[in-house]
């Protein structure tokens, strides 16, 4: 199996910053395009930001400029990195991975079970 686990979350004022991690581990041979997502209660999840293996990212409009993301393709891990950060915000922040499992098998779509960021005014 595959499993993914964020961590860096909590509670941070207006202005601050945070820096989330997502670690997948278990039976991987590749992972492609890794993503951070963000929902708030009643809403859809939404695209935060996106990078390829080769390292091309992609991010919601609204986020330009204020957040990064990265990977360590070595260590199965992607980065978040959140500045100036606003009380709307606050979300479940989850992560989300193609992995292939074993070679010449196809991508799989994996989550992980979430990260509370909540930003207070």
């Known amino acids: 199996q595959v499993q993914l686990v964020e961590s860096g979350g909590g509670l941070v004022q207006a202005g601050g910053s945070l820096r989330l991690s997502c670690a997948a581990s278990?039976?991987?041979?590749?992972?492609?395009?890794m993503n951070w997502y963000r929902q708030v209660p009643g809403k859809q999840r939404e695209l935060v930001a996106a990078i390829t293996r080769g390292g091309s990212t992609n991010y919601a409009d609204s986020l330009k400029g204020r957040f990064t993301i990265s990977r360590d393709n070595a260590k199965n891990t992607v980065y978040l990195q959140m500045n100036s950060l606003k009380p709307e915000d606050t979300a479940v922040y989850y992560c989300n991975a193609d992995v292939r499992r074993r070679i010449a098998t196809p991508y799989q779509n994996y989550w992980g079970q979430g990260t509370q960021v909540t930003v207070s005014s």
């Open positions: 278990g039976s991987i041979f590749s992972i492609n395009a």
